[in-house]
């Protein structure tokens, strides 16, 4: 089986078949990241261009980290450092950029749907890195993986609490997709105003009161309050917000014992989580930030290698992949992935 798309621009209409394709591939490639040499010949070749218009340090490095670990060409494009800033145009930049054939453009935009417009104007793939409000399909998936990893037991048996800025949060819309496509029972908890009734006709449970929220949970995944999106008086201040939404170690007990807590950073310590929880036991924050560099590696290799017909694991381990077409094509053998 291979993925239905060449694009990655959100989870909305993905299959369980390929959100689970692409969470097994990551899982046998978390290993590369613990080798003493931490590189596979896969996309030699393949040049990954990451366009990002809005700030970013975690998911550019890491997909930076990804492509390089696959021996991709990664060629990095921040705001400042592009014609963006005189003037030109996301179309014309693309247009540009695709010009130059990439194999790939990983896109981080302000504005919702900024991924989905590209891959209507290139011919390469595009993989949605945080558009707007939109969605945040990698960072779903990464966090997908975290909780397979330490969770033992089927999705459709997982409680999963979301809390915070639900309005703006293009990491709960994700997540929310990817998780009720799966099967898992989704709650979501935030003040009123920051989480409208329509989120219930996704099939998640709406919750006002955070200890509510937790009662049981399998799963608590914090967001940050984003003060980028803060337009209007959603909460009268973040003392007030931290007073009933903060994530304590007293608020947490109520979970299940063995309760784990994301959160797709940065952080806002004593606002949204408390510094005991963030750094405590439970938390699987750390896992996180390390397995979406096996997950991206999973998706460009998944969406750029030709043949991969969904292939993971040992299967990868006996695939040979075609050298990169030009000089090296002559001088190098086949190159052969060897992932276990």
């Known amino acids: 089986m291979a993925l239905r798309s060449r694009h990655l621009l959100g989870l909305e209409n993905v299959s369980a078949e390929d959100i689970t394709l692409l969470l097994d591939t990551a899982e046998s490639l978390v290993e590369v990241s613990r080798r003493e040499v931490k590189k596979l010949p896969t996309l030699r070749g393949k040049t990954v261009v990451n366009l990002f218009v809005e700030n970013s340090t975690r998911t550019r490095t890491s997909f930076e980290i990804a492509a390089k670990r696959l021996s991709a060409d990664a060629v990095n494009i921040s705001t400042s450092s592009s014609s963006m800033t005189k003037g030109e145009t996301l179309e014309d930049t693309a247009r540009n950029l695709a010009a130059m054939s990439p194999d790939c453009i990983v896109v981080r935009h302000p504005a919702s749907g900024a991924a989905r417009f590209l891959a209507g104007v290139v011919e390469c793939s595009i993989i949605n890195a945080g558009d707007g409000s939109h969605e945040h399909p990698t960072q779903a998936l990464l966090d997908l993986l975290t909780i397979r990893q330490r969770k033992q037991i089927a999705w459709k048996d997982l409680v ?62 914090m967001l940050r309050i984003q003060r980028e999106r803060q337009t209007g008086n959603y909460f009268p201040s973040l003392n007030e917000y931290a007073r009933y939404y903060c994530l304590t170690a007293e608020v947490a007990r109520k979970a299940s014992p063995d309760v784990i807590i994301l959160h797709p950073g940065p952080i806002n310590r004593g606002i949204e989580i408390a510094s005991e929880v963030a750094d405590g036991p439970y938390s699987v924050i750390m896992s996180q930030v390390a397995n979406g560099v096996a997950l991206r590696m999973a998706l460009l290799y998944q969406l750029l290698v030709p043949g991969a017909d969904g292939m993971r694991g040992s299967e990868i381990s006996q695939t040979t992949v075609a050298p990169a077409e030009g000089p090296l094509a002559a001088s190098a053998p086949p190159a052969r992935v060897a992932v276990r």
């Open 160 to 221: 999963v609490t979301i809390i915070g800025d639900i309005l703006h949060s293009r990491v709960a819309r994700s997540n929310l997709y990817a998780l009720r496509t799966l099967g898992a029972k989704v709650r979501l908890c935030g003040p009123p105003t920051l989480l409208p009734e329509e989120f219930r006709s996704f099939g998640a449970e709406l919750f006002y009161d955070v200890g509510r929220a937790v009662e049981g949970a399998d799963v608590i995944m």
